[in-house]
């Protein structure tokens, strides 16, 4: 069975900096999705950033963007500048193939604080 | 403005009895998914529904139930069989069936709901 682990219960940064949430998962699959969602205290979850295991670029949205390596299975979400906004819970999440119906995998989430 | 809402914000139940949350979407999505997050938890599926009248039972079906009669609505029952409900759910919804679009579809999520057992 798949599995997403997420080693850092808590971050810290300072505002203007750049952090780094680590993400591993375990599959046999070849073909899957990666997601990175932010939870802020309001507790809508929002989608930050996703990126497809067949493509070899690490995807980038404005101030987010991952370091995708499959062969060693780690999918980390790099924030630059960071922001007071950014302060929230960071979910990585795995998106099984089709034999699986799509259902997500999810880590236990980052908490991550912004120091101003 | 399309989005998912989901009703009340804040739910009580006493114990053995059942309660319904309310999830509502007009995004014109396909399939729609409820989901259970505890602290220090990942989110973890209790049902989906792909298609109207069509549901499929998640990791942590057992004490819940659901009903798909119509595109825009996927209503969560808890019931008193589920013996420690108290938790914050999650309802979310996806562009397009999975068969069709393969890979392509983002689960976009509601704002929740949180339950309380007294």
């Known amino acids: 069975a798949q599995t997403v682990t997420q080693s850092q219960p808590e971050m810290s940064v300072q505002e203007a900096e750049t952090v780094t949430l680590s993400c591993t998962y375990d599959?046999?699959?070849?073909?899957?999705?990666l997601f990175w969602y932010k939870q802020p205290p309001s507790r809508q979850m929002i989608l930050v950033i996703r990126?497809?295991?067949?493509k070899q670029q690490n995807a980038t949205e404005n101030r987010f963007s991952v370091n995708f390596q499959k062969a060693a299975k780690s999918f980390s979400l790099k924030i630059s500048d960071s922001q007071l906004g950014d302060a929230a819970m960071y979910f990585c999440?795995?998106?099984?193939?089709?034999?699986?119906?799509?259902?997500?995998?999810w880590g236990a989430g980052t908490k991550l604080i912004i120091k101003p | 403005d399309g989005g998912i809402t989901q009703s009340p914000k804040y739910l009580f139940r006493k114990e053995g009895q059942n309660v319904t949350l309310s999830c509502e979407q007009n995004?014109?999505?396909?399939?729609m998914y409820w989901y259970r997050q505890d602290p220090g938890q990942g989110l973890r599926l209790i049902y989906y529904?792909?298609?109207?009248?069509?549901?499929q039972k998640g990791d942590i079906a057992e004490g819940y139930s659901v009903s798909r009669e119509k595109k825009e609505s996927f209503p969560l029952t808890v019931t008193s069989a589920q013996k420690n409900p108290t938790a914050f759910y999650l309802c979310?919804?996806?562009?397009?069936?999975?068969?069709?679009?393969?890979?392509?579809?983002?689960?976009?999520f509601g704002p929740g709901t949180r339950l309380t057992v007294l």
């Open positions: 979310a919804s996806t562009v397009r069936l999975a068969g069709i679009s393969v890979g392509t579809d983002t689960q976009y």
């Open positions: 995004l014109n999505h396909d399939a």
């Open positions: 529904s792909q298609i109207v009248n069509d549901f």
């Open positions: 599959t046999s699959e070849s073909d899957y999705y």
């Open positions: 990126q497809e295991a067949y």
């Open positions: 999440a795995y998106r099984r193939g089709p034999g699986s119906n799509y259902q997500l995998i």
